[in-house]
């Protein structure tokens, strides 16, 4: 067991697969079922950071823009784990275990995350929010007699550290004194070794402030200043979010004991 069945975390997430999907899609809920996939194997993964790990940075403000918005309580979480799997019901239905797992521990990117917000809110309140219209996610699956064909990383990142090692290659020949044929034959091939050089020097014979003997790309700072930036966009809006709901509760809970005293 993932976690104690008494956490209200557990039962939360029995409650999304063994009520609310069973509810919406009893087929999809027999076929987890079926597989032994329990809720916690997936549901942690999602609820424990808002599916911050689910959705690109500008998907997942949306997301929690919604979530936030329709109650300080936070249900609307629920029906978007239930509107999750329904979108990728296509890529569960009829496949293994691990094909699954892999699609609920990885989830697919979404077109259009409107579409899921809206699914949520029509599931939450049907009287009031319109049916989105029917899209679900379609992937090409492998077959339980497929074979995959050898993947090609293995020579690329070859590729790379060979790359990445000439700049090192050529520092160290600059390194070592060049001889004589004749010398060569007379010498053993450990006997006129250069002494092994200092890091500092190692790392002067680099010139790695140079685009020279390197394949770095000149953009990589930008990018990481980039991200850095959208981290700090993010982690400022998280903040402001969750002040917002702590103020929200307390004023909740102040109106709550004036009301019973």
């Not at 600059?174 to 890091?199: C, D, F, G, I, Y």
Request: hydrophobic letters at 35%; aromatic letters at 8%; proline letters at 8%.
């Amino acid at each position: 067991k993932w976690m104690k069945e008494s956490s209200p975390l557990s039962r939360k997430l029995d409650r999304i697969q063994n009520k609310l999907l069973l509810q919406h899609d009893p087929s999809l809920h027999a076929h987890l079922q079926s597989l032994g996939i329990a809720p916690q194997v997936y549901g942690i993964r999602w609820i424990r950071l808002l599916f911050g790990r689910e959705f690109s940075l500008d998907d997942i403000l949306l997301v929690w823009d919604a979530i936030f918005a329709y109650s300080p309580s936070l249900s609307l979480v629920d029906y978007l784990c239930v509107a999750m799997l329904r979108f990728i019901r296509n890529a569960l239905l009829g496949f293994d275990y691990s094909t699954c797992m892999q699609q609920l521990m990885h989830y697919p990117t979404v077109g259009d995350t409107h579409y899921l917000v809206e699914e949520a809110l029509h599931l939450r309140n049907p009287q009031k929010y319109a049916k989105p219209p029917s899209w679900q996610y379609s992937a090409a699956l492998p077959s339980p007699n497929f074979a995959p064909k050898p993947r090609k990383t293995n020579a690329v990142n070859k590729t790379l550290s060979q790359k990445l090692a000439r700049p090192v290659v050529n520092a160290a020949r600059h390194l070592v004194p060049k001889r004589s044929p004749n010398e060569r034959s007379k010498t053993s091939p450990s006997a006129n070794l250069p002494k092994k050089p200092s890091r500092p020097n190692l790392k002067k014979g680099l010139n790695l402030g140079t685009s020279e003997g390197t394949d770095a790309s000149p953009e990589t700072g930008k990018d990481l200043e980039a991200r850095v930036e959208k981290l700090e966009v993010l982690n400022s809006y998280c903040g402001n979010k969750m002040e917002a709901y702590l103020d929200m509760k307390r004023l909740y809970f102040v109106a709550k004991r004036s009301l019973a005293s």
